[in-house]
C-alpha cells in the first residue's frame, strides 16, 4: 500500500534530517512552506544554528491551482527528477543539485536557491540580468542537442524517450495552451474590458489554422528531452547566476516549445512594463534591454548549437550545411509560433502572470493585455515568415506603436 500522503512541515523537517547529510548534525531546524506556483508543496527548511538549508518539494495529487476536483499523477516528481538529473549532467551550473528523490511520497530534495530571486519578480521590479542570455542559451543548446538525434545516439535517445512519456501534463499544455484560448472554454479567465479581443480569438479560422499545425507540432515533434515549462517563474537569478527549476512537464517534444517559452515570458514583461515603469524613458530603455536580451539568447543559442553539431554531431548525413540551415530555419519559425501561443495563453486562458495580471490601474493592464495578444497572435499568424530574429525586434516595435 502506498505511504504517500502530503508532508506537515514536522514530517518534511524529519525526512531533511534523515536524507540529507548537510542537516544530519542540525539540532535547530525551522520550516516553512513557500510554494507559489500552481501545483506543488514547495518546503524551505533551514538549520538556525549554521544557516544550512533545503529545499523538500513535494507532488500533490491535483493541481493545486485548482483544487482537488483536478486529479494529477504523482510520476511529475520522478520525470522532474530525472530530468533534473540529465540537464545536471549537461549543465550543472545550470540547475539545482538534487540531494534525494523518494517514490513513495514524491518529494524531491534539492539545493536551496533562496539567495537567488525567481526572473519574473526581478524583472517587475525592473532590475536587469547581464549574464541571463548567455546562461539560457548554454541552457538550451546544451539541453536541446544533447537529447535529440543531432547529439545522442538514436537508440539511446529512443530509450529514454520511453522514461519521459508524460501524457497528463502533457494534457494540460495542449488544452490550456493550444485549445482554451480559442474556445468557450470554462477553464478560461480573462479581463471583461477585452472581451472583443476574446471574441476574435475564438472566431479567427487563419489563427486557428495556425495553431492547430503548432499543437500537431507539440503533439507528434519528438525532437529533445523538454523542460516543458519554461517561463520566467521557472528560473532563479542573480546578476551573476541563473538556474533552470521545475521541470516536471518535462517530455520529448519540438525544441522551440522551450525557446519560445523564455521568448514569450520576455514578452510578456515587455507588454507589462506599460503598468509598472511609470517614466516613458525608463520604460522604453528597459523594453529596449528585453528585447536585446531575446536578440542575445537566439543567436547566442545559435551559435552554440551550430559549434556542438560541429563537435559532437552524431551522424554524417545531418552534418550538411544546408541540412543545417534548414534546420535552424525551421525551428526559429517554431520558436516564435510557440512564444505566441504561450503569450496568448497567459492574457485569456486558465493560469495569468504577475507581469501584467498585478498591474494596479485598470487602463494599463488593458493596454498591457492588447499589446500582449497584437505580439501573441502576429507570431502565431506569421511564424513561418520569419528568417532572422532582427525581424521579430522589427515586428515587436512596429506592433507596439500602432
Ligand atoms: C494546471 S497547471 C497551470 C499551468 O501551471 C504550470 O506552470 C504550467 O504552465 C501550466 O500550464
Ligand atoms: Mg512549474
Redesign the pocket.
Known amino acids: 500500500m502506498s505511504n504517500y500522503h502530503p508532508l506537515t512541515e514536522q514530517e518534511a523537517i524529519t525526512l531533511a534530517q534523515t536524507h540529507v547529510p548537510l542537516l544530519q548534525q542540525a539540532t535547530s531546524l525551522t520550516c516553512r512552506e513557500i510554494g507559489d506556483?500552481?501545483?506543488?508543496l514547495v518546503f524551505h527548511i533551514q538549520d538556525t544554528d549554521t544557516s544550512n538549508s533545503v529545499i523538500v518539494k513535494q507532488a500533490l495529487p491535483y493541481a493545486k491551482v485548482v483544487g482537488e476536483s483536478w486529479p494529477l499523477t504523482l510520476d511529475r516528481a520522478r520525470i522532474e527528477s530525472e530530468a533534473l538529473r540529465i540537464q545536471g549532467e549537461l549543465c550543472p551550473e545550470l540547475v539545482p543539485a538534487v540531494y534525494q528523490y523518494l517514490p513513495e511520497l514524491a518529494v524531491t530534495m534539492m539545493e536551496d536557491l533562496s539567495d537567488h530571486v525567481i526572473m519574473r519578480s526581478g524583472l517587475i521590479a525592473g532590475n536587469q540580468y547581464p549574464y541571463f542570455a548567455a546562461h539560457i542559451s548554454e541552457f538550451l543548446a546544451r539541453t536541446l542537442f544533447f537529447t535529440s538525434d543531432l547529439g545522442i545516439n538514436q537508440q539511446e535517445k529512443k530509450i529514454q524517450q520511453g522514461s519521459f512519456i508524460n501524457p497528463e501534463l502533457c494534457k494540460i499544455t495542449e488544452d490550456l495552451i493550444f485549445d482554451d484560448p480559442y474556445t468557450d472554454s470554462p477553464n478560461n479567465q480573462y479581463n471583461p474590458a477585452i472581451q472583443d479581443v476574446v471574441d476574435e480569438l475564438r472566431s479567427d479560422e487563419e489563427l486557428h489554422l495556425q495553431v492547430a499545425k503548432l499543437r500537431h507540432q507539440f503533439l507528434t515533434h519528438s525532437q529533445a528531452l523538454l523542460h516543458g515549462?519554461l517561463?520566467t517563474?521557472?528560473v532563479f537569478v542573480t546578476k551573476q547566476s541563473t538556474k533552470v527549476?521545475?521541470p516536471?512537464?518535462a517530455f520529448y517534444g519540438p525544441m522551440g516549445f522551450d525557446i519560445g517559452a523564455v521568448i514569450a515570458n520576455l514578452l510578456l514583461n515587455y507588454a507589462g512594463q506599460l503598468g509598472w515603469m511609470e517614466e516613458d524613458q525608463k520604460r522604453q530603455a528597459f523594453q529596449q534591454y528585453l528585447l536585446h536580451t531575446i536578440q542575445e539568447i537566439w543567436t547566442q543559442f545559435e551559435s552554440k548549437f551550430r559549434q556542438l553539431w560541429k563537435e559532437h554531431g552524431v551522424d554524417r548525413i545531418s552534418a550538411q550545411p544546408s541540412f543545417q540551415d534548414a534546420y535552424l530555419t525551421a525551428l526559429l519559425q517554431d520558436t516564435l509560433g510557440f512564444a505566441g501561443c504561450k503569450m496568448v495563453r497567459r492574457i485569456v486562458g486558465l493560469a495569468h502572470v504577475a507581469d501584467i495580471d498585478t498591474i494596479k490601474q485598470p487602463e494599463l493592464k488593458e493596454q498591457a493585455e492588447r499589446l500582449a495578444i497584437r505580439i501573441g497572435t502576429t507570431l502565431i499568424k506569421e511564424h513561418d515568415r520569419f528568417h532572422h530574429i532582427e525581424q521579430l525586434m522589427d515586428k515587436v516595435q512596429q506592433l507596439h506603436a500602432e
Open positions: 506556483g500552481n501545483l506543488n515549462d517561463h517563474g521557472s527549476i521545475d516536471e512537464f
